[in-house]
């Protein structure tokens, strides 16, 4: 029985209509709970801001992330952000740490934690590949994890969807996250990963995918559907095609248009789309280049079946790793970068190409407002994820750094001046003079995620929740986030307190104690009768196509040391 | 009587898992689809050249001890030791070399695979260019034209061609073998050559002229190209150049041939940007043939734990990876080690004379199920289950694929893993005391 009081909290809990405070918040077996008795440990706030820890719904942490570290040894000892990134040697509480992008498992739950955030979501799960995604998970210290599974180019799907199969279709996804251990689907490129197995990519929603017979659009609509039949926690999580590509706001918009009238088995979104600061570009080519941000706003704000997250460039060096195979393999060759690839057999593909952002380089300029504009454009902020898409975009360990872009127009400004003139008539941002306040950021960072993943029990405060909190060194009553926002930068970097399942892991910055976290996923059940079915027909992929046994192919348990299973019934 | 099907074999990097064994009496009796080299592993071989106890060298001879005696005296190495040398690692679990890392961690040692002596510079060509690659399903499935570029896996890798490469069939490759055009690179004719619709014979050492040559004609600068380039006719380099260009999928298999010859990561980097250009016309990926059968799951392990693949040096708290100055063979031909931790594979076989001869005159300990030469240069030997065979734990196939290898006998010796963790226990309560 370990009981917990922290006093004079002043709090900011937008699940539960709080703003900013002052109150107690009361702890016990790491759970928030109405009251505690008087033996309980105290920790006094101070009327410091405090908050749900953060919870980052899309950010590559395990999998793909260990290629980009494999090809970037000089990533290991980047000290672009003090405190959170470069080499720190072992102590009696932390392993060693490396990296900036590309930090090593350990260096991830520290800096994550020491940012506030206590849960993560890795965006992509290879289903063949999940057994690696899950043991790095496990050397991830601190934090509650969670997978996204990639659907979006897999063989079963095309075929089933082509079939019109759709009790089969149901059956196989539920099979695959379960052989994922994932949390829900994600959909990359839809088609785009088996086009690239012949070095080829779908040019729009209604290209054919090769010697499929199905459409990009057939396939997001499919699954969609699919993912409502399985009455599953999150919607789809989807990353648009002709990503990268000047002009693509327009698919974009068509593929969120595509569900407009899709009925959800729940009370949320009905499709999460990802990172669209990558798709949301105007223009022809890079000459005409220019930001769609309003456009896709406007539709956003006309919307109300979506929600997305900004994939927000930070200046400097990134990392860009994406299960969409093509645009990696364009990106190295027009940035003559390195290149590793990663086709992974009927499912889908992958890249990781590294990257940097300059303010000097009009493209990565006009990028950069993109993320912003979507963020500050769009009125509603339930509907916004912030995410740089790390390390796509940045590094997680600049998010103190954005917030203060998404919350001081003053701030904005002096990073414009430094752009290059060509840059500013191609954004809108210096027309922009929205500030997101404490509340807003506290939506965009933990509790929006609360409902997009159906979490009851993340991103917020109330009776029931789990005890994660983050405590920042930052009275609200005192302080103009608009104005100081070096010290709005300095508070989010180092939290004064980070509590996961009421424990103190972060104290003063410094990891004070390093539990392990748990991994969420989703069991869907369906019906015995089209398990049976859809088996019949992955017996024979396996037979036939996969280099991988079944009995051998599905995440055992020993993965998963800490699970916690989430179960829906088929509607 | 025990059958044991889908059971993974844990002797090369092609990891099947599709054996099945049968067990009776604690004994494997029979093995069904392993290939020669697996099958040898499962039956016979893991009752032979077995270590039955922990040993301590005294007055010059091994002699037999309890297992905490061994700790004991491990440990006091250990943490006597200025520097150590963690070596090999490369024929265990992934749980093992976690383990591994962290007593490296530990004891502010240097940690190194045995690719150090293998596919080494294949890690360094992809620091260079990358690596692209792809799983051995994709192969199977769409491969038309397949390069095995110094290597040789009718003997290496026996089932690789059967079940992933030259003979598999997959989805766009029904016909198997017949919808394939398999090419040989090599200095010799070896069996895999033989065997092939086409065998280049290349001079010794000149993989990276080639490369280079083939890339020209790629991208469409023959004229550079002089009239023999690593004793292959420009005529001959042009019509292969055109076999890539006209392929629908290449996958150019690679070997130690090509990574330990002259130019060293430099013919994996030329690989790699061949590949690159080939893109531009068709598809086409790499994969490295990995020999040790976990030896990729090391470099897995190493980097999410470490950020580098091999070759981290611990001295200093913080990972420093200097690959030359901090490999294996770099700080024992230097003499900058003063003790040894050596797992999971034999040095003494495979390091250069220089080499052995300095773990000679330096504490060595020895974590293995056999005795080999290594045992010889050793101090402290502690006997281990064979990990896929006595205990249960992951692998990483050689594209990357992690399985989970099954425990199929049962034994009275312990796993690698419960050794190191001994021995980083041990360490704590030692350096406590101190
Ligand atoms: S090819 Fe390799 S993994 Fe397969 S059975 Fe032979 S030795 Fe074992
Ligand atoms: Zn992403």
């Known amino acids: 029985m370990s009981e917990l009081l922290i006093k004079n909290a002043v709090v900011c809990d937008p699940i539960n209509n709080i703003n900013c405070v002052k109150m107690d918040i009361s702890i016990k077996d790491g759970k928030i709970v109405e009251s505690v008795s008087s033996g309980a440990k105290v920790i006094d706030a101070g009327g410091k801001l405090t908050m749900a820890g953060g919870v980052d719904g899309h950010t590559h942490c395990a999998g793909k992330i260990n290629v980009g570290r494999f090809m970037s040894p000089h990533d290991m000892r980047m000290t672009n952000v003090p405190g959170l990134s470069g080499k720190e040697a072992p102590t009696a509480t932390t392993r060693a740490q490396v990296g900036y992008n590309t930090p090593n498992a350990f260096a991830i739950g520290y800096r994550y934690a020491k940012l506030g955030y206590t849960t993560i979501g890795e965006a992509a799960i290879p289903i063949i590949g999940a057994r690696h995604t899950h043991e790095e998970f496990e050397a991830i210290p601190i934090l509650d994890k969670f997978g996204l599974t990639l659907f979006g180019s897999n063989w079963q799907v095309m075929e089933y969807i082509r079939d019109d199969e759709p009790e089969k279709l149901a059956a196989y996804v539920a099979w695959g996250l379960k052989a994922s251990r994932g949390y829900g689907i994600k959909i990359v490129n839809p088609g785009g990963g088996e086009a690239w197995g012949w070095g080829k990519n779908v040019s729009g929603l209604d290209d054919p995918v090769p010697n499929f017979d199905v459409t990009p659009a057939q396939i997001i609509t499919a699954l969609a559907e699919t993912n409502e039949k399985l009455n599953l926690p999150h919607s789809i999580h989807l990353h648009c095609n002709n990503l990268g590509k000047p002009g693509n706001y327009e698919t974009t918009i068509a593929s969120m248009k595509l569900l407009e009238n899709l009925k959800t088995s729940r009370d949320r979104q009905a499709m999460h789309v990802t990172h669209v600061q990558f798709n949301a570009y105007a223009g022809t080519s890079w000459r005409d280049f220019e930001s769609g941000a309003p456009q896709v706003a406007n539709y956003v704000n006309s919307a109300d079946h979506l929600t997305f997250d900004l994939g927000q460039v930070i200046f400097g060096p990134a990392m860009t790793m994406t299960a969409d195979g093509p645009v990696e393999y364009a990106n190295s060759r027009m940035l003559h970068a390195k290149w590793s690839n990663m086709d992974v057999e009927l499912e889908d593909a992958s890249g990781v190409v590294p990257i940097t952002y300059s303010p000097k380089m009009f493209v990565n300029a006009v990028q950069w407002a993109i993320g912003l504009e979507l963020a500050l454009l769009v009125d509603d902020p339930w509907k916004v994820m912030f995410t740089t898409d790390s390390p796509n975009g940045g590094s997680f360990v600049n998010y103190p750094e954005a917030y203060t872009y998404l919350m001081s127009a003053k701030r904005r400004t002096e990073v414009i001046e430094g752009l290059p003139e060509m840059a500013l008539g191609r954004m809108n941002l210096p027309g922009i003079d929205r500030e997101l306040d404490l509340y807003e950021l506290a939506i965009m960072t933990r509790a929006m995620q609360s409902k997009i993943y159906s979490m009851d029990t993340k991103g917020h405060l109330g009776v029931g929740a789990d005890a994660d909190i983050a405590i920042y060194d930052l009275k609200p009553d005192s302080i103009d986030t608009t104005v100081e926002y070096a010290a709005v930068k300095k508070a989010f970097s180092s939290t004064a307190y980070t509590i996961k399942g009421g424990e103190v892991v972060v104290k003063d910055g410094e990891i004070a104690m390093t539990p392990e976290g748990r991994t969420y996923w989703v069991n869907a059940k369906v019906p015995q009768a089209n398990t049976d079915a859809m088996q019949v027909d992955l017996a024979q992929k396996f037979k036939r196509y996969y280099t991988v046994n079944q009995a051998n192919y599905m995440v055992e348990d020993a993965y998963l040391p800490h699970p916690v299973e989430i179960t829906t019934e088929a509607l | ?434």
């Open chain 2, 1 to 434: 009587m025990a059958v044991i099907t889908d059971a993974i074999c844990s002797l090369c990097g092609s990891l099947c898992d599709d054996i099945t064994v049968t067990v009776e009496d604690n004994v494997i009796t029979d093995v069904e689809r392993a290939c020669i080299l697996g099958r040898n592993k499962f039956v016979g071989m893991f009752l032979h050249d077995r270590i039955e106890s922990p040993m301590i060298r005294k007055n010059g001879e091994l002699v037999d001890v309890s297992y905490e005696e061994a700790i004991d005296e491990a440990a006091k190495i250990l943490v006597n030791s200025k520097r150590t040398l963690s070596y090999g690692w490369c024929s265990t679990s992934c749980e093992a070399i976690s383990k591994a890392i962290q007593l490296a961690e530990e004891t502010g040692s240097l940690i190194d695979s045995t690719a150090n002596v293998c596919h080494g510079p294949s890690a360094l060509a992809v620091q260079e260019k990358g690596g692209p690659s792809a799983t051995l399903g994709v192969v199977k499935n769409r491969a038309d034209v397949m390069i095995f570029w110094g290597c040789n896996p009718a003997h290496a890798h026996p089932r690789h061609m059967r079940r992933y490469s030259s003979f598999s069939k997959g989805f766009f490759t029904q016909k198997g073998r017949k919808d394939r055009k398999m090419i040989v690179i090599d200095v010799r004719k070896t069996d895999t050559a033989k065997i092939a619709d086409q065998y280049v014979e290349i001079d010794q050492g000149s993989d990276y002229l080639l490369v280079t040559a083939l890339r020209s004609a790629i991208n469409g600068h023959e004229d550079v190209i002089p009239d023999t380039v690593a004793g292959v006719s420009k005529e001959d380099i042009l019509k292969l150049a055109n076999t890539l260009k006209e392929a629908k999928f290449t996958c150019v298999f690679y070997g130690m041939g090509v990574t330990q010859s002259r130019s060293k990561y430099k013919n994996g980097d030329g690989v790699s940007s061949l590949i690159s250009d080939l893109n531009q016309h068709s598809k086409a990926v790499m994969i490295g043939m990995r020999g040790h059968y976990n030896v990729t799951g090391y470099g897995q392990v190493s980097t999410w734990e470490t950020g580098y693949p091999m070759a981290v040096d611990f001295t200093r708290g913080a990972p420093y990876y200097n690959p030359g100055e901090t490999g294996a063979n770099d700080v024992l031909t230097r003499g900058d080690v003063d003790a040894a931790i050596i797992s999971a594979a034999d040095a003494g076989a495979h390091f250069p004379q220089d080499s052995l001869k300095y773990l000679a005159k330096i504490p060595v300990i020895q974590i293995d199920p056999y005795a080999n030469p290594t045992t010889e240069l050793s101090d402290v030997v502690f006997p281990a289950a064979v990990v896929g065979v006595e205990a249960e734990g992951t692998a990483y196939r050689m594209d990357g694929i992690s399985l989970r290898m099954k425990k199929l006998i049962d034994t009275k010796f312990k796993t690698d893993e419960e050794i190191v963790v001994d021995l980083i226990n041990k360490v704590r309560e030692l350096k406590r005391g101190a």
